[in-house]
DNA sequence: GTTCGTCTCCCCCGCCCGGGGGAGGTCCGG
DNA sequence: CCGGACCTCCCCCGGGCGGGGGAGACGAAC
């Protein structure tokens, strides 16, 4: 079965983007629009999305408040993806603490855009969605931190994956992971990749910066 | 002229194998050799060597007292290289403090060995030079720090290499620095592989482990 | 017993990365 | 005036990296 998205977005072109890129793909379906935050409790109770893409700025409710709110008054409510049009968007981490699953910038490439709806509906948080990681490298908030670490914490990396992520964060080639594993290098690429997709990273590098900016590993 | 180099190991077959690694070198000449680093002072007055290769473990004078005494009694010293055998090696931070230039793992690879006397001849100092860089990621004490940013000032990276290891530190390709900076991506490629050289890191990751490490970029 | 997650390994493939070496430009200081 | 440092761009080239897709083995959970 498909996953089903609700766009909430108080732009008609934004969800018309949106619905354009999403339904280009056979396992994704967009099963509703709304144009405000305040309108989106029934329509969720009505079509029970997977996935709720949601605006940060609207004019009736905000995106943070209509995410309080769906997770407050939906049980197994839907994943909340939140699209946010700047990277510097301090609402974000408002939308972090909400409970807000992952988020999505606007100019982000479709393929992006789809990695990052089918990731949130399979239960994958999204820790640097497109470029949020920057936002987290850029932040000088100190109270950001404790954020990203629980959203990593959500991320939910496998006990071998957090391994290979930590000698990632040594400086390891995956020759030498694998070496040090005592596995094959096509395993630790497997692991490399998986951590990669989980942490929304395109790179081992940016993987390695996420590991830092959310605690996972301290400097020093 | 060539870089000349004065060996200071108690053990003859690592002196030796330095020996033979460096000799076969066209630039790089090894002027002597002690066993002990009680008798380094005599030596380097004599010889003026440009860079001693210095063991840490040494039975009568170790590595660490022996590179503040020569820093302390010779004027124009020469560059100090601190070869250890383990990469836990808590006398390495002694030795930073002591004002040593670059450290040498004993199982480094020939070319690695070659690599760091010349960068520290020629004024470069070896922040995470072969795998010492691990030892900053897995060392948890919080005093290695102010050494590992002391050392990365001291590796002098020009303006232009500064901002593109910001840039690196924030995931950026190659591609998207050049965009950022307006200037062609080969540009950019030299500036990274003179950030690299001067980190002694293998690739962008280990830059960038570098830069958290040394306090050049913090997290959160 | 069957499903599911995890770990393991495999193939193909394109591409970015980094090494090596070279070269022109500016600007500053000796 | 002439180095020297710095920034800029160029070439060639190999290799590691990451994507995509597939598959077998094992144990736990249902």
Redesign the pocket.
């Known amino acids: 079965m498909p996953v089903t998205v609700l766009l909430v977005d108080d732009e008609p072109l934004v969800r018309a983007g949106l619905r354009a890129v999403l339904e280009a793909q056979p396992d994704i379906e967009v099963v509703g629009e709304a144009a405000d935050g305040a309108a989106v409790i029934p329509l969720v109770r009505r079509l029970r999305p997977d996935v709720v893409a949601m605006d940060v700025r609207m004019p009736l409710m905000d995106g943070i408040e209509a995410t309080r709110a769906v997770l407050r008054t939906i049980d197994d409510p839907p994943k909340i993806l939140v699209v946010t049009t700047f990277e510097n968007d301090e609402y974000v981490y408002e939308a972090l603490r909400a409970g807000a699953d992952g988020f999505l910038l606007k100019r982000a490439r479709p393929?992006e855009i789809v990695h990052a709806v089918r990731l949130v509906a399979e239960g994958e948080s999204l820790l640097f969605p497109a470029s949020v990681r920057q936002l987290a490298a850029t932040h000088g908030d100190a109270g950001g931190n404790r954020e990203a670490r629980a959203v990593l914490e959500r991320a939910?990396l496998?006990?071998?994956?957090a391994?290979v992520l930590r000698l990632m964060t040594r400086g390891l080639?995956?020759?030498?992971i694998?070496a040090r594993?005592?596995?094959?290098?096509?395993?630790?690429?497997?692991?490399?990749?998986?951590v990669?997709?989980k942490l929304g990273a395109?790179?081992?590098?940016q993987?390695v910066i996420a590991a830092y900016e959310s605690g996972f590993v301290a400097p020093g």
Chains 1, 2 share one sequence.
């Not at 496998?158 to 994956?161: K, L």
Request: aromatic residues 0%; hydrophobic residues 35%.
């Open positions: 393929t939910r496998t006990e071998r994956e391994e080639s995956n020759a030498e694998a594993l005592v596995v094959g290098t096509e395993t630790v690429k497997s692991h490399v990749s998986a990669l997709a395109r790179d081992r590098t993987a």
